[in-house]
């Protein structure tokens, strides 16, 4: 853990108890002395700094003192839903990286059944995401919604004004596109890619088609290769 | 299968008799037609393009012609041994993104028992690099060195000319870094990072250290990142 979250509804006034994996991880791996201070934050509120106040076996007493409040990461990602095994996988590395919101979106080429899984649910979903917060020192949960019709959720919604989709044989490449200031979207494909009707309705909407570079990999590879460099260069313009 | 592979040892002149799990893909999910092509490639060598010749139901004959030879990514990769499971995870998507050699290295972070793993036998490896080939539709296998002794092999070692060592401080990063032409190589340290004395050898030799973002991510995810960012990057200016 490289920053302890807790909900705000845990705080009583600047004070926070805590009892479970959290206390257990601080008493076991942090080991702190009273008065040692840790890195903490509110899952979407502020990065705090937290005093230990309290030790005991069980149980964990901390003073929190609110710091800056991390801006959000200005990039969405819109991920035709993968196998249960491979979004598993997926939803923490994805938290670490940082995105706003997160479609999980049917599409022609997706299982029908990968909508059956216990992943989706909301409760695994959030402690998921929470695990890749952690990791990465982030507080802002990602909005996830999960779209089980890709066309009219398409035609809906108010996305962001840079709008990419990522496409192994788009002759521009994510790396040198020119990004305008602002938010972003990023949408990539199942396993064997966008129908040809998928393809045309993001372009209607204009999503640019852009490459990574000359391979094809695998959907989740692609996932995390595209998602770090659209917020590497994200930072870089000046967003996050 | 984006590319069928088969060493060269397996031409019997310009043809290829195949009765394995490269038979059943072309008979259960291909499903070619006798006279069809199907994109092939020969390890380490040129791709190529197949005829079929003959469909049975236990064997494919196939009739090479040889096309281009790819050109090697001009990368390396100098990765700190991850615990076995995220190694076996690893492969085939470092096989994907395309690296010449793949150093996995000792580390004063890693655990001893990381080297027990069946993973780093040399016919597991081999074939976890094959499968991330034939995903990515490259037939250029990453050199596989398994590095006991980091700090001689640091000594000894004339890696390329362009230098990275990946560290989440790191003031400059790897996005904005202007690359010369020529090879390079991307030294990526193990959960928890380097330990100073290992910093100072890498420096020492010249090693750059450069960011991804302002993220902590875990050292697989960062891994993926770092190098489909080195590998574009490494692409853009002509290397790949």
Redesign the interface.
Known sequence: M?RILYKKSELAHDQLLLTDHRATHILQVLKPAVGDKLRTGEIDGPWSEAEVLKLSPQKVILKIVNLDTPSRPGLDLLLALPRPKVLK?LL??IA???VDHLYLCNAERVEKYYFDTHVLEPGFIHKSLVEGLV????TCLPKVEVVRHLPSFLEKTAFPENRWLLHPSASE????KEIAAGRSVLAIGPEGGWREAELAQFEGLGFQPLS???????SD?AC???L??A???G??CGR?
Chains 1, 2 share one sequence.
């Open positions: 490289n996988r923490p590395q670490a990286i940082g990791q990465s020192g982030d490449s994510l790396l040198n990574l570079f000359d391979r094809i990999l695998r590879t995390i290769a595209a770090s460099l917020a590497a260069k930072e870089a996050a």
